[in-house]
């Protein structure tokens, strides 16, 4: 039986930032960036986020002095890791790992953070212990692999996610290895998490992120008071590589564990919508710039996906065709491609333009198919074709490596700028610049405390009404 329990321990208990490839600690950095400008808006932005809050102080979870991004008011640990994570992943903005089919930040940033807040870490820690909690994370997908739990209906950023909470959760407050393959053991309890939300566009996407970051720091809580978590987690009989795929690899899981770093295979993305789209917006920006195509030239498009992809965002085609809400349009190809050749542009101002007449006519003409050449790149690249029927001409472009993967990542500047485009609207611009530069310095910072202050806003909550209050 291979050791994936105690391997992670042992790796989650002895990381020291002092260790870390300078390239490794540069992108983690980068990475807290970005999920940090989702945090920020998302409890602002997203429809879900004021009945989760009212939700969460029913629930008392209120009372402390945790920050949670974006909001004035403060909240327990739990509270705080519960709505940050939730938040992170409210907008589908956030990183993506491509081989695991999931977003890695979500779960462990949030509860990293709110576990420094608690102990006073160092800056230097949290960011070795965000790293950690991204290899366990992304490891686990990919040892499942992705694809089988994807089939048995799990969303693999919670399920995963849990335990890479946990790890980064753990390794903030200095836990030793026994005590964190309890915490893994504990969490292994609370590793939920449904694709059932694909159905009808529910919230519990976002919810089921921002529990498993709450529930990662609860387990890490446990551990160090002592509590008892259940033996070999990941890889016994009835543990999570087993209870939850059915051809589990384990040993992939622990693969030149410290040597290589799967947080190196995470992405960030330039559009706010699932990452099996993001190839097929490239696609129709260049072909819509390159050829000067007018949406009322198109006759049809056909967008290309892998099979995991057309499970996202491509079907059922006719659901995928007629978007009703922000989640069916984060999940629907044609909605995407539509919005990139109707305006030259996706962003997250594009779900306010949902009903456009213009989207509303070209979504309609978008077929989506799993496309063999794309199919042969997947996982190694979540890549795409589109092609365009115009003007009695077929016009096609494949990407390979979408903007924002390992291979074509986003600049300095290109991160600010997406974090500003995000923060600003919440902090204003002043405040949001100082919160990118304490982000960045993060690892010269003796605590998170004033990076948390920035995040938060000086005035009332968010305008949304609070129900419950």
Not at 177 to 184: G, M, R, T
């Amino acid at each position: 039986m291979v050791a994936v329990t105690e391997t992670f321990a042992r790796y989650a208990a002895t990381i020291r930032h002092a260790d870390l490839p300078a390239e490794v600690e540069a992108r983690t950095r980068f990475l807290i960036l970005d999920l940090v400008g989702n945090m920020v808006r998302g409890g602002v932005e997203a429809e879900s986020s004021p009945p989760l809050r009212a939700a969460a102080r029913a629930m008392g979870l209120g009372h402390g002095q945790a920050a949670v991004f974006g909001e004035a008011a403060r909240w327990s640990p739990a509270g705080a890791a519960l709505l940050n994570g939730a938040y992170a992943h409210s907008l589908d903005f956030d990183d993506t790992h491509a081989a695991g089919s999931l977003h890695p930040g979500a779960p462990v940033i949030p509860a990293a953070l709110a576990a420094a807040e608690m102990c006073g870490a160092k800056g230097a820690d949290v960011i070795a212990a965000i790293v950690a909690g991204y290899e366990v994370t992304n490891r686990l997908a990919v040892a499942l692999p992705a694809g089988d739990h994807y089939d048995r209906g799990y969303h693999p950023t919670a399920t995963c996610g849990a335990f890479g909470g946990a790890a980064a959760a753990a390794r903030v407050m200095g836990l030793n290895e026994a005590q964190i393959a309890d915490a893994f053991g504990i969490v292994l309890s609370q590793a939920a998490g449904s694709l059932q939300f694909l159905a009808n566009g529910a919230w519990t996407k976002r919810w089921q992120v921002g529990w498993a970051a709450m529930a990662g720091l609860s387990a890490a809580l446990l551990a160090r008071e002592g509590f008892r978590g259940a033996a070999q987690a990941m890889e016994g009989k009835a543990g999570f590589l087993s209870a939850y795929a059915p051809n589990p690899i384990p040993q992939r899981a622990i693969r030149n564990l410290g040597g290589e770093f799967e947080l190196m295979e995470t992405a960030v993305k330039p559009y706010p919508s699932c990452r099996y789209g993001h190839a097929s917006v490239d696609a129709a920006l260049a072909l819509r710039a390159e050829h000067g195509l007018r949406p009322e030239e198109i006759e049809a498009v056909t967008m290309g996906l892998p099979n995991k992809g057309m499970l996202l965002v491509g079907a059922p085609l006719e659901y995928k065709q007629h978007p009703k809400n922000t989640v069916d349009g984060q999940f629907s190809g044609p909605f995407v491609v539509a919005c990139a050749l109707g305006h030259g542009h996706f962003g997250w101002d594009s779900y306010a333009r949902m009903d456009d007449p213009v989207l509303r006519a070209l979504m309609p003409k978008v077929t989506c198919v799993e496309d063999p050449e794309v199919q042969a790149e997947f996982p190694r690249n979540m890549s795409g074709k589109l092609t365009i029927r115009a003007r009695g001409q077929e016009f096609t472009k494949f990407v390979v490596v979408p903007k924002g993967e390992p291979g074509n990542f986003l600049t300095e500047a290109e991160l600010r700028a997406k974090f500003h485009g995000l923060s600003d609207q919440v902090l204003g611009a002043d405040r949001a610049a100082a919160l990118a530069d304490a982000v960045l310095g993060l690892a010269g910072a003796a605590d998170v405390n004033a990076m948390m202050r920035l995040g938060s806003t000086l005035g009332a909550e968010p305008a949304a009404r609070l129900a419950g209050e």
